[in-house]
């Protein structure tokens, strides 16, 4: 559904990808790891349109968006929940998630509306403070906003970065099963994660990016058996 | 009435008269605030393209005799234009990490208009039409002069107008969402470049009537205005605090009557000095203004 072949990405001089090919497949949850400064984020805002790449290509559902822009990607059906939330803090969470719609209301405000209120029927904590600004949420309630207005824009694909950054143990469990319930009702997903343990219980393939680069490419039985990602992601806990 | 009474009632009316006409002021710093917010930058050229504005709405005043709120709205409209055009050459194709170059553009732009206004009328002051201005409501003991009334009448409802679409429309959630967090409203699909574009726009208009009832106020448009309106303006944004629109509206009105005031005391020669010295007041013990955050930005 998703391909990503031989992609570069700089800042300035910096290389940060230096030919990165993965792929997530259609109705599956896909996990990128890696460590701090492997690229991960640069991968994902390339695919979403905010970085333009030096080289090579990105391809959804078979049509070409490596020069797309990022309202031209949305538009496609892919959406990114960005690294540490971004929600707009100034604005209600209502208008956060009708900020979501944007590209929608002009052409259906009434689709979108109703959306509105079935996306704050799925997520009561959002529903409880929906008049509140964003900016005086706590950090889960942001990621839950985060992810449910990336879900305002009707995405096929959801690209996540990171959603379970600086959140309790209990929440980071609601997240992922947020992000196994949407792949159920059939949004293929691009995770990227750092926390492997918790990766390894809802994706179905997996890739290792190190220093803009792809490291290893396996399902979750190669890398739980994987020596390096052993020692580096798992601890003893894996093995 | 008592001695004491009659020793303030003028000084209350200038008040009065002060923060009518501080109203423009307003305009103008939401102007430069709006723009602030949204792209983080300042727009130095923001006052000279409001009486620019101002001074092309003479031709429907002067070759059509158009009555003086079509004039106004001619003024909005040709600020607006001279609002994108400012957007295009100053801001559209500098690069983010270089906001010198941004400022020292709009410095550029703020001189070019300047000069071309003082070209096209030879430096002369035009005469500039009003509304109202031969009526005066009398307010036992105070008076409110109809010009002025208008004037501050206009404005409350251009700066309705723009909450209305700030905080009501579609494009009110772009502008917001650009200005809060610009990667997430690309995110989004808003196109940031379009909503700075629409920015320059609608402030642009609004700064257009603010030159309009400059005119209209003192009943001529002289290349005079616009370097004292670019410093009321900054001042007021600061005051106010960058980016907050009801900081810039209570500040508009503030200076209007502080300034008022002092030139009632002490002159108009004198009066801008007192200006300066509540803006350093301000500077000295509340640095982020009257309604902004001491981070400014993330
Ligand atoms: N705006 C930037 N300007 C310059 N270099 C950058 C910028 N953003 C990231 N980099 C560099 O690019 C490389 C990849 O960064 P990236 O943010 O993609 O890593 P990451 O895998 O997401 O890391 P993390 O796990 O910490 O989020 C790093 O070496 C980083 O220093
Ligand atoms: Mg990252």
Known sequence: MLEVQGLVTNYGMIEALKGVDISAAEGRITCVLGPNGAGKTTLLMTIAGLLRPRRGSVTFEGRDITAASSAAVVHQGLALVPENRLVFPDMTVRENLVAGAYTRLARNRGEAMADLDRMLERFPVLNARVNANAGTLSGGEQQMLAVARALMTKPRCLLMDEPSLGLAPLIVAEVFNIIRELNEDGVTILLVEQNAHMALTVAHHFFLLDQGLVAFDGDPGAMAEDEVIQRAYLGSAGG | ?298
Request: proline residues 4%; aromatic residues 10%; charged residues 10%.
């Open chain 2, 1 to 298: 009435m008592s001695d004491f009474w009659w020793d303030v009632i003028d000084p209350i009316q200038s008040v009065l008269d002060g923060v009518m006409f501080g109203s423009i002021y307003a305009l103008i710093g939401i102007g430069f605030t709006l723009i602030f917010g949204v792209m983080h930058k300042i727009n130095l050229a923001y006052a000279a393209a409001s009486i620019g504005g101002a001074y092309a709405s003479l031709a429907a005043f002067q070759l059509l005799s158009a009555p003086a709120l079509v004039v106004f709205l001619c003024a909005a409209v040709a600020s607006g234009v001279i609002g994108y055009a400012v957007y295009i050459c100053c801001f559209r194709f500098i690069p983010e990490h270089l906001p010198l170059a941004t400022l020292m553009a709009s410095v550029g732009m703020l001189i070019l208009i300047d000069e071309v206004v003082v070209h096209a009328t030879a430096g002369m002051p035009e005469p500039y039409p009003a509304m109202f201005d031969d009526v005066m409501i009398d307010l036992e003991p105070f008076w409110v002069r109809g010009d002025l009334l208008m004037i501050f009448v206009l404005s409350v409802i251009a700066m309705m107008i723009l909450l209305y679409i700030l905080y009501r429309t579609r494009l009110g959630i772009a502008t917001r969402a650009v200005a809060q967090q610009p990667a997430a409203a690309q995110l989004c699909g808003i196109g940031q470049q379009n909503t700075n574009a629409v920015t320059f726009i609608i402030t642009g208009a609004l700064g257009g009537l603010a030159g309009a009832m400059v005119g209209a106020s003192v009943g001529i448009l002289s290349p005079l205005l616009a370097l004292p309106l670019t410093v009321k303006g900054l001042i007021v944004t600061v005051i106010g605090g960058l980016g907050s629109i009801p900081g810039a509206i209570v500040a508009g009105l503030l200076v209007g009557g502080f300034e008022n005031v002092f030139q009632y005391f002490r002159g108009v020669t004198e009066r801008d000095i007192y200006v300066m010295l509540l803006l350093f007041v301000f500077l000295t013990f509340r640095p982020q203004g009257l309604f902004g955050r001491m981070s400014t930005r993330d």
